[in-house]
């Protein structure tokens, strides 16, 4: 006679999104918040794995998600254009245009590797999250488009508000904004390969960035198309992207980028409570138009434990 096995109750389960291979965890119990469920080694191992993690019918409240963020993160930092809403956050309000993949700051000096969203108050329709896996991106491009990539950096110049850049270096090198003047640009100019910033007059700065369209990601290890090609510029004047030394990228390539970028273009319906965080070195996210204006969601950027904050 076989013996009874008492079955285990697990407080949450796993579903990888189908085609696009993100984790999705669903909490079971009423209450579980993300926040009590998981530490930093689980955190960082999903995203090396699936390169996105959707938390999905838990407890946590926006003050939880922002204490999240802190237990997972060495250093919090924030987009200079969007007003905190917490110590960590800060909502999410970038017009009703669709927004275009990108890699979080990836035209600036400095790039989070961790880009975290929560749903406040979700749209009734459309508004929808979008995400791309750069690895496969790269997997997918043709050899001859590839090796474009591996061989050449692209080149991001535009003219950014001299109040939006002493925030950013503010933050960034953890300075008094008051404190922020033309020598931190210079600073940074001599730190951060491939970034030129320039004075051109007392409210505009001119900044030229000079980088590859390929990362590494600080999870994984694995190469992947992870950049600001494809957009946004809702708070900034739009970036001329060319090759590095100035030629302009075929309108062939950008064909294939598009075409590639859509067809493993996720899009997620955000359902209140739900929580998201992103492998800012390896997959890209956007925004499908906003077609309920009632959606909140926030938002925030940091650097893992262990790793470099640059």
Same mark, same amino acid.
């Given at each position: ?56 019918? &838990?407890?946590?409240? #926006?003050?939880? %998600?922002?204490? *999240?963020?802190? $237990?997972?993160?060495?250093?919090? +930092? ?31 000096? &400095?790039?989070?590797? #961790?880009?975290? %969203?929560?749903? *406040?108050?979700? $749209?009734?329709?459309?508004?929808? +999250? ?50 922020? +003047? ?129």
């Amino acid at each position: 006679m076989l013996n009874k096995v008492q079955s285990v109750v697990f407080p949450f389960y796993r579903q990888p999104v189908p085609c696009y291979g993100f984790e999705c965890v669903y909490a079971v119990e009423s209450g579980l918040r993300v926040s009590d469920s998981i530490n930093s080694e689980t955190l960082y191992g999903d995203l090396a794995h699936s390169g996105a993690v959707i938390y999905r019918d &838990f407890a946590d409240t #926006l003050e939880d %998600f922002n204490n *999240l963020v802190s $237990a997972h993160s060495s250093r919090v +930092t924030f987009d200079p254009a969007r007003k905190a809403a917490t110590s960590n956050t800060a909502e999410i309000e970038a017009g009703v245009y669709e927004m275009g993949l990108h890699r979080e700051n990836g035209n600036l000096p &400095f790039n989070p590797d #961790l880009q975290w %969203f929560y749903c *406040l108050e979700p $749209a009734l329709v459309g508004s929808e +999250t979008t995400m791309c896996d750069g690895w496969r991106v790269l997997f997918e491009l043709s050899a001859k488009t590839r090796k474009h990539f591996e061989t050449r950096d692209i080149r991001y110049v535009r003219r950014i508000p001299w109040a939006n850049v002493k925030r950013f270096l503010s933050i960034e090198l953890n300075l008094p904004i008051e404190d922020i +003047t033309d020598e931190h640009l210079y600073q940074v100019n001599e730190h951060v390969k491939g970034q030129a910033y320039q004075r051109i007059d007392q409210n505009l700065i001119s900044s030229e960035f000079v980088v590859s369209a390929l990362e590494i990601s600080r999870f994984s290890g694995r190469k992947a198309f992870c950049n600001s090609m494809l957009g946004p510029s809702v708070n900034y004047e739009p970036p001329l992207i060319t090759w590095a030394d100035g030629e302009d990228i075929s309108l062939d390539i950008w064909d294939e980028i598009k075409e590639i970028t859509a067809r493993n273009t996720y899009s997620h319906f955000w359902k209140k409570g739900d929580i998201v965080v992103i492998d800012n070195t390896r997959v890209m996210h956007g925004r499908r138009r906003l077609d309920d204006t009632s959606r909140r969601i926030f938002g925030a950027q940091s650097y893992r434990h262990g790793g470099s904050s640059q």
